[in-house]
């Protein structure tokens, strides 16, 4: 609904996803701009994360085009893939970390597919990134069932930053959190997309979440991305999923909070 920038980061085109005879996308098309934080939501079941999973190449659509970064996954070479996946990363609902491994272990997985980084380097890289995600310089030797469900994905966050990617995926990062971790989160997300210019995929039921920091926002129904524009676009929608969601007593909610965050700067 808003006008395009040029510059898109992905680009999905007349994408289908089925399992069995379950069709989860049909015609799905969505661009995702650089440095924007991109909200993606929908009814539960409407493939928010399976969409995810397909543009991080974690699931091979039955049909369309993905290009991300100028490549297009469904030609691109093993070594392409491989070039183009060390641009992005993903954060999943948990954190999704190696439980034998430390925290500072787990942010280092990634970074051992890099060739000639001594293990020195390493270490001090995934310290950076551990810090950079708000957490204590000792959570770094803790194992992940020693920290909290916040911690865990501040955790998984690190390793998700860990090749210094264009692109992040995250899948639900507020869930599970009480709303001042939640809150604390998304400042964290906002605060390294702008300072790192990086552009965020973002899937969530949170509707602060959106009031917070997207950018902009694409509704998953009827098996494709129905519509994407600003939360004050998403308003106006005459659909009525996208109606009752953004104007229901729990959007009513957020948009309240969103309001006093604001008024609040402005003391
Ligand atoms: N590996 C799989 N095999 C079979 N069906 C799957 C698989 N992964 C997802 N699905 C189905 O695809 C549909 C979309 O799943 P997905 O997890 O993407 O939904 P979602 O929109 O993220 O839901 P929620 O908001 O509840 O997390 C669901 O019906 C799910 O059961």
């Known amino acids: 609904m808003t006008d395009a920038p040029s510059d898109a980061v992905i680009t999905v085109r007349g994408v289908r996803n089925q399992f069995g005879t379950h069709l989860v996308h049909d015609a799905l098309d ?4 650089r440095g924007e934080i991109l909200g993606v939501v929908g009814g539960s079941g409407t493939g928010k994360s399976v969409l995810l999973r397909t543009i991080a190449g974690l699931q091979q659509p039955a049909a369309g085009t993905i290009t991300v970064l100028g490549t297009d996954l469904s030609t691109a070479t093993e070594d392409q893939r491989k070039a183009i996946e060390a641009r992005w990363g993903v954060m999943f609902q948990d954190g999704a970390l190696f439980s034998s491994l430390t925290v500072r272990e787990n942010v280092e ?17 995934a310290d950076l990134k551990i810090s950079m995600v ?10 992940p069932s020693e920290l909290s469900g916040g911690m865990r994905k501040r955790a998984g966050l690190a390793r998700a930053l860990a090749l210094d990617p264009d692109i992040v995926f995250l899948d639900e990062p507020t869930a599970g959190l ?27 039921h949170d509707l602060d979440t959106l009031h917070a920091i997207c950018d902009r926002i694409a509704v998953l129904a009827e098996r494709k ?16 999923w ?12 957020a948009l309240d ?5 604001t008024a609040g700067k402005g003391d």
């Open 134 to 143: 708000g957490l204590p310089y000792l959570a770094g030797d803790k194992y």
């Open 257 to 261: 909070h969103a309001n006093s965050q």
């Open 109 to 125: 997985v990634p970074m051992r597919s890099v060739p000639g980084l001594s293990r020195e380097t390493v270490r001090a890289l």
């Open 30 to 33: 969505l661009d995702v701009w």
């Open 225 to 240: 991305v129905l519509v994407t524009g600003t939360m004050q676009e998403m308003l106006s929608v005459d659909h009525p």
């Open 242 to 253: 996208v109606h009752s969601y953004f104007h229901g007593p729990r959007a009513r909610a």
């Open 178 to 204: 009480d709303p001042i971790g939640a809150a604390d989160f998304d400042q964290l997300i906002k605060g390294l997309s702008r300072s790192l210019g990086l552009t965020v995929f973002l899937v969530t």
